[in-house]
């Protein structure tokens, strides 16, 4: 199968899932195989010093021709499977269900399921989508963590392509119109070429309940990949009762987040800065302008919240890996900010245990790390909400697993597989309730073990990973540091076939190093020295970028362009990072 050529970390809390009444059933056995304000040009759009060509829809040949992701899911996995047969979700509308063409989409996405609290398809969000879980449950029952009646009931279970399919959609914002990136591959015909996906945006939380902080609106032109940060001023003193502040008024109590980005996503990061308002008109910030909106461009202050009115009043945006060297106060070092939300993949839901809380203050700046890549050839801006919901009980304070301590060790040459391990001691009173996982693309394999060898964790696709939830939470307590050691493992391959042989179409290569703010004038550039043949002699040793004679089988054919794994920060590097997330329990120090 394939996959998105981007980054997808899940930093999630997966919810308990109940048992549900979304009924699967066929009569067939057959089985095949909003809200942005983007600009859309009508003319090739010029990215750098050559202009990108909107892509032409290709011939289809002997296969279908789809309008979009969705109708290709219709037909290919609803209508195939005979899940819109008259006795299922046809006619009958088996489970309050009707799948038929024409009410398919109105009567799936953000929908409630009956008998369940899940919704049929949340946008983005396959974990929390009963429609996945379900057509998991029986594709993929053991990467699947779902309790309830899989489906098609009765019939064979939908293939892993069409799964794939399903989970890019609902990845994907799960829209009704136009082509998600990826899921070409994954039909038996054509889509038109793939544009940038808006998702539907988050709602705030009823009044009482819980705030919502707005990522700044963040040009991504076509054929791009960016990192940026800038900053925000927020005040949400009015709108926190006062049961969910601490004793002083000065800050609240939270016990989830929620986060959801467009579909362009690779990752954003919330970081309170530890500065004051007096620092705001620093020079390291720039511009204050509205971003956004009906004021958009117009200079502000960035602590009249209300003046961009449907806009943000941010700074500039600089180029940054992770806001090292922004803002004032030693030019961003660490230490001058710490991140409080977001995540590395465009939806995130962190629902924490009972009793378990965060605390943030009522007013402050936030520093927005966002990273975002656009694979069309449409300019396009990315937008995004993240939502805190307020904490009633109050007992243990929540702790972040985000282990970088060997980010950059993955360094396999070219056309071979490795293995890099690392340790993480948690707290004597550890109560461990998630689990999750980073690479980039090259990682193949990620598992989390006790040092007794028992797995707590396995996942292998690198851009949509597993996100291990454990309830009741697994307890550390003892006074050994090897027993409250997760040895965590992840495998890289690059540029190896599934038969062993050299890919010159999956090593890392220097001719596919990105440019721009995250090419060879990034803080951690993204380059590498090529040191074996992706042409010619493939997978023979050469020596550096205009050593391809050594790689020609016949005069000219040479190219020498394939490298070791570097480390990075983008889909073209590699990280090896652990996450997750506990609390302490003092009785069980």
């Given at each position: 199968?394939?996959?998105?050529?981007?980054?997808?970390?899940?930093?999630?809390?997966?919810?308990?899932?109940?048992?549900?009444?979304?009924?699967?059933?066929?009569?067939?056995?057959?089985?095949?195989?909003?809200?942005?304000?983007?600009?859309?040009?009508?003319?090739?759009?010029?990215?750098?010093?050559?202009?990108?060509?909107?892509?032409?829809?290709?011939?289809?040949?002997?296969?279908?021709?789809?309008?979009?992701?969705?109708?290709?899911?219709?037909?290919?996995?609803?209508?195939?499977?005979?899940?819109?047969?008259?006795?299922?979700?046809?006619?009958?509308?088996?489970?309050?269900?009707?799948?038929?063409?024409?009410?398919?989409?109105?009567?799936?996405?953000?929908?409630?399921?009956?008998?369940?609290?899940?919704?049929?398809?949340?946008?983005?969000?396959?974990?929390?989508?009963?429609?996945?879980?379900?057509?998991?449950?029986?594709?993929?029952?053991?990467?699947?963590?779902?309790?309830?009646?899989?489906?098609?009931?009765?019939?064979?279970?939908?293939?892993?392509?069409?799964?794939?399919?399903?989970?890019?959609?609902?990845?994907?914002?799960?829209?009704?119109?136009?082509?998600?990136?990826?899921?070409?591959?994954?039909?038996?015909?054509?889509?038109?070429?793939?544009?940038?996906?808006?998702?539907?945006?988050?709602?705030?939380?009823?009044?009482?309940?819980?705030?919502?902080?707005?990522?700044?609106?963040?040009?991504?032109?076509?054929?791009?990949?960016?990192?940026?940060?800038?900053?925000?001023?927020?005040?949400?003193?009015?709108?926190?009762?006062?049961?969910?502040?601490?004793?002083?008024?000065?800050?609240?109590?939270?016990?989830?987040?929620?986060?959801?980005?467009?579909?362009?996503?690779?990752?954003?990061?919330?970081?309170?800065?530890?500065?004051?308002?007096?620092?705001?008109?620093?020079?390291?910030?720039?511009?204050?302008?509205?971003?956004?909106?009906?004021?958009?461009?117009?200079?502000?202050?960035?602590?009249?919240?209300?003046?961009?009115?449907?806009?943000?009043?941010?700074?500039?945006?600089?180029?940054?890996?992770?806001?090292?060297?922004?803002?004032?106060?030693?030019?961003?070092?660490?230490?001058?900010?710490?991140?409080?939300?977001?995540?590395?993949?465009?939806?995130?839901?962190?629902?924490?245990?009972?009793?378990?809380?965060?605390?943030?203050?009522?007013?402050?700046?936030?520093?927005?790390?966002?990273?975002?890549?656009?694979?069309?050839?449409?300019?396009?801006?990315?937008?995004?909400?993240?939502?805190?919901?307020?904490?009633?009980?109050?007992?243990?304070?929540?702790?972040?697993?985000?282990?970088?301590?060997?980010?950059?060790?993955?360094?396999?040459?070219?056309?071979?597989?490795?293995?890099?391990?690392?340790?993480?001691?948690?707290?004597?009173?550890?109560?461990?309730?998630?689990?999750?996982?980073?690479?980039?693309?090259?990682?193949?394999?990620?598992?989390?073990?006790?040092?007794?060898?028992t797995q707590l964790y396995e996942s292998f696709t690198y851009n949509d990973p597993v996100d291990k939830r454990f309830d009741p939470p697994l307890a550390f307590d003892s006074t050994d540091a090897n027993e409250r050691t997760l040895r965590y493992c992840a495998v890289y391959n690059n540029g190896v076939t599934s038969d062993g042989l050299p890919d010159p179409q999956t090593v890392t290569r220097l001719s596919r190093m990105p440019d721009g703010n995250l090419g060879a004038g990034a803080v951690i550039p993204a380059t590498c020295t090529p040191v074996a043949c992706a042409a010619g002699r493939i997978g023979d040793s050469c020596d550096g970028a205009d050593d391809h004679a050594t790689?020609?089988?016949?005069?000219?054919?040479?190219?020498?362009?394939?490298?070791?794994?570097?480390?990075?920060?983008?889909?073209?590097?590699?990280?090896?990072?652990?996450?997750?997330?506990?609390?302490?329990?003092?009785?069980?120090?």
């Open positions: 199968m394939k996959s998105l050529p981007v980054t997808r970390l899940a930093t999630t809390v997966i919810a308990t899932l109940a048992s549900a009444a979304l009924i699967g059933c066929g009569s067939s056995a057959e089985s095949g195989s909003t809200s942005t304000s983007s600009p859309e040009p009508d003319e090739p759009i010029e990215v750098g010093p050559e202009p990108v060509d909107p892509p032409s829809t290709p011939s289809c040949g002997a296969g279908e021709e789809y309008i979009s992701t969705f109708e290709a899911v219709q037909r290919i996995v609803f209508e195939r499977n005979g899940c819109t047969a008259d006795v299922c979700h046809g006619g009958a509308a088996a489970g309050g269900l009707d799948l038929s063409a024409d009410v398919a989409y109105q009567n799936l996405v953000d929908v409630p399921s009956s008998g369940s609290s899940l919704l049929r398809v949340r946008p983005g969000d396959k974990a929390h989508s009963l429609l996945w879980l379900k057509l998991a449950e029986k594709t993929d029952p053991e990467n699947t963590d779902y309790d309830g009646a899989p489906m098609p009931s009765g019939l064979p279970a939908i293939t892993l392509d069409e799964l794939d399919l399903v989970r890019w959609w609902i990845y994907a914002g799960a829209p009704e119109s136009g082509t998600v990136a990826g899921t070409e591959s994954l039909v038996d015909g054509c889509l038109p070429p793939a544009e940038p996906q808006p998702i539907a945006p988050l709602a705030a939380p009823t009044s009482g309940t819980g705030i919502q902080f707005q990522l700044p609106e963040f040009p991504l032109p076509a054929a791009s990949e960016l990192e940026y940060c800038y900053a925000t001023y927020y005040d949400v003193s009015d709108q926190v009762p006062e049961k969910f502040q601490d004793p002083t008024g000065t800050s609240f109590y939270f016990g989830g987040q929620e986060l959801r980005m467009d579909a362009q996503s690779h990752h954003v990061i919330l970081n309170l800065a530890s500065i004051g308002v007096d620092e705001l008109d620093d020079p390291s910030f720039g511009n204050w302008l509205c971003r956004g909106g009906e004021r958009s461009g117009d200079p502000c202050n960035p602590t009249d919240l209300a003046f961009c009115g449907a806009g943000l009043c941010a700074s500039d945006p600089q180029p940054s890996f992770a806001c090292i060297g922004y803002g004032p106060r030693g030019a961003g070092a660490f230490g001058t900010y710490q991140p409080i939300g977001g995540a590395q993949q465009p939806v995130a839901v962190d629902d924490y245990p009972d009793g378990v809380f965060a605390q943030l203050p009522m007013k402050g700046v936030l520093y927005w790390n966002p990273h975002a890549f656009n694979l069309s050839a449409k300019n396009t801006a990315l937008n995004g909400r993240m939502n805190y919901y307020f904490a009633s009980q109050r007992d243990y304070r929540v702790r972040a697993i985000f282990d970088t301590s060997a980010i950059f060790a993955a360094n396999a040459a070219p056309y071979t597989k490795q293995t890099v391990c690392n340790d993480h001691v948690l707290p004597q009173g550890a109560r461990l309730f998630q689990l999750n996982s980073h690479t980039h693309k090259f990682g193949e394999r990620f598992t989390i073990e006790l040092t007794d060898g790689c020609d089988s016949s005069p000219g054919d040479g190219d020498c362009d394939a490298c070791r794994i570097t480390g990075g920060e983008t889909t073209e590097t590699e990280m090896f990072i652990l996450l997750g997330g506990y609390y302490v329990d003092p009785s069980g120090l």
